[in-house]
């Protein structure tokens, strides 16, 4: 017969065979499902090594149990998963990385708990398209947690100035002018964007060259929408 089974499991004595020895000397083969053939394992509530006895009631209600016994392995199992420390926000159009903080945990059917490896290569389903609240759903060993990350608008990091092509020569309290101006804003989601002279985000100091001289630097700073800003000379 079957000799391992899963918590919560039914017992099953297929292939179960005793041979009963009546006081008279007579015996009598018996099998799984003849009438008087029970176990004192049906519903198998208890995790670990069990010990299956074997009984047989005559027709007169008297009741003998085997006099070897059988053991059988139990197996606890893995019946939810939850997920802890994990990294709970990110810019919109990020990548989800869950952390190296996060921590699996499995509730086992006998009411334990133990912690599980969260593999490298984990996949986590979450749409970042969006600001607000987004639902992560992962699956380890068949087992599916899901929990709530904050999308949150995207920020500037900093920007860089790729080129001017504009003019380098002016005059006393001439107007800096930004055409031909290309910057390249790098935001904390690791996206990137190229903008140009004229852009309304891009501001300059000085705007106006109130000052004389060589070599004067400009400052470009760049402003996103929540009011964020970036410089680069």
Request: a negative charge; proline letters at 1%.
């Amino acid at each position: 017969e079957k000799q391992e089974y899963n918590h919560n499991d039914t017992f099953n004595g297929e292939g179960v065979q005793i041979t009963v020895t009546f006081a008279s000397g007579k015996t009598e083969e018996h099998h799984h499902g003849d009438e008087g053939v029970s176990y004192n394992l049906s519903t198998l509530s208890e995790v670990g090594l069990q010990t299956l006895e074997v009984s047989y009631t005559d027709k007169y209600g008297t009741k003998v149990s085997s006099n070897s016994a059988q053991k059988i392995v139990v197996n606890k199992v893995a019946e939810s998963l939850a997920i802890t420390g994990f990294n709970d926000s990110i810019y919109v159009g990020q990548k989800y990385e869950i952390g190296a903080e996060a921590v699996a945990t499995v509730t086992y059917s006998d009411g334990t708990t133990g912690t599980i490896e969260i593999p490298d290569d984990l996949v986590v389903d979450i749409d970042n398209s969006q600001v607000g609240t987004a639902v992560a759903t992962v699956t380890i060993n068949g087992l599916t947690a899901t929990f709530n990350v904050t999308v949150k608008e995207d920020e500037v990091d900093h920007i860089q100035v790729f080129g001017y092509g504009g003019e380098y020569t002016y005059t006393h309290k001439e107007a800096f002018n930004p055409e031909g101006l290309e910057v390249t804003v790098y935001y904390k989601s690791g996206n990137t964007e190229e903008v140009y002279g004229g852009d309304e985000r891009l501001s300059y100091s000085p705007a106006t060259f109130t000052d004389v001289g060589n070599n004067i630097t400009v400052t470009v700073t760049f402003t996103d929408s929540q009011g964020n800003t970036a410089d680069a000379d």
